[in-house]
């Protein structure tokens, strides 16, 4: 006799990304994401797909990682997210064990749990947004993180960010947590395709995947403030040099920020409070202080200066400053 139950093929039970995940969309920033948790090592590598203006693609349980890519081809051809999930799984003799969760770049979403599935799964979609998940510890998952998702404002990777968080606290992956990811991708720029591409962070291995992507993304932020100073500096320098300290503040103890703070301020001739960041750097990491005389006159304007200052000789070798 034959046996009964789901069809999972052999050659997928290996590659187990059980999981809880979350596609969506932000009509105003023009932004699709992934963001995904799971006890399974690197789970970035498999589970999340997204391609500026098309969709984004969440592929997830006994996991067939073709359905991101193929998901995504279909969606550009003109399909919907219900219409390539129906071809997704109708050629796929695993489809049981499958869990996938589109959303596309018009907020239209599906998803996709097959009856093979490791309870508690479930999913959950809304207009712009699709959750899913599966060998969770409690059916409370799902709704928790779509909750979440529709009452957190800001920006969307903020928002994955969020589920997951309200994901883990209704119970999670029931095995634990070992690996999270985030991907977002901004609206297509004609011939710069390279620039869609907003947020790309991984956890690989972590006991706290969750907080250490949070962390990455305050991360993120910071240097994203950064680079918005060194752009808006020509026209504005006070903007600038403001904008610099909020990314500072955002990343205390990186010494990256503190050094290329105290180049910013050395170009508006605050020497003192130059030598000030870059004596801090350098107590963080040493290495700064190798760095220094490489640079050229353009690259750390009044370098030589603010070495000066470092050795305790010329102006600002001790002004205390932020």
């Known amino acids: 006799m034959a046996p009964s139950g789901p069809r999972v093929p052999a050659m997928a039970r290996p590659r187990l990304a059980s999981t809880f995940s979350i596609v969506a969309r932000d009509p105003a920033a023009q932004e699709l994401g992934v963001a995904v948790q799971s006890h399974y ?190 752009g808006v500096f020509p026209a504005d320098p006070l903007r600038a040099r403001r904008t610099y300290d909020r990314a500072v503040r955002m990343a205390p103890g990186n010494d990256e920020l503190l050094f290329w703070r105290g180049a910013m301020r050395a170009r508006a001739g605050d020497v003192g409070r130059a030598a000030n960041d870059v004596r801090r750097a350098i107590a963080l990491n040493p290495r700064w202080r190798v760095l220094l005389p490489r640079l050229s006159e353009e690259q750390f304007p009044r370098g030589t200066a603010v070495r000066r200052a470092l050795r305790g000789r010329g102006v600002g070798a001790h002004t205390r400053g932020r």
């Open 41 to 230: 090592f690197s789970v970035g590598s498999d589970v999340p797909w997204a391609e500026a203006g098309v969709g984004a693609v969440a592929t997830q349980s006994f996991v067939e990682t073709s359905y991101g890519p193929r998901g995504l081809r279909l969606l550009r051809r003109g399909m919907s997210p219900a219409e390539a999930l129906r071809r997704l799984t109708a050629a796929d003799p695993g489809r049981d064990g499958r869990q996938v969760g589109i959303v596309d770049a018009r907020g239209r979403s599906a998803v996709w749990t097959g009856t093979g599935c490791i309870a508690h799964a479930g999913h959950a979609t809304r207009t712009n947004v699709s959750v899913q998940g599966n060998l969770l510890a409690s059916p409370k998952v799902w709704p928790a993180m779509i909750r979440a998702f529709e009452a957190r404002r800001g920006p969307l990777a903020e928002r994955l960010v969020a589920a997951l968080e309200a994901g883990q606290r209704a119970g999670g992956d029931a095995r634990g947590m070992q690996s999270a990811s985030l991907l977002v991708v901004g609206p297509p720029v004609r011939g710069r395709p390279w620039t869609s591409r907003r947020i790309d962070l991984r956890v690989e291995d972590h006991p706290e995947p969750i907080a250490d992507l949070r962390r990455l993304l305050a991360l993120r932020r910071a240097y994203e403030l950064a680079d918005a100073a060194e």
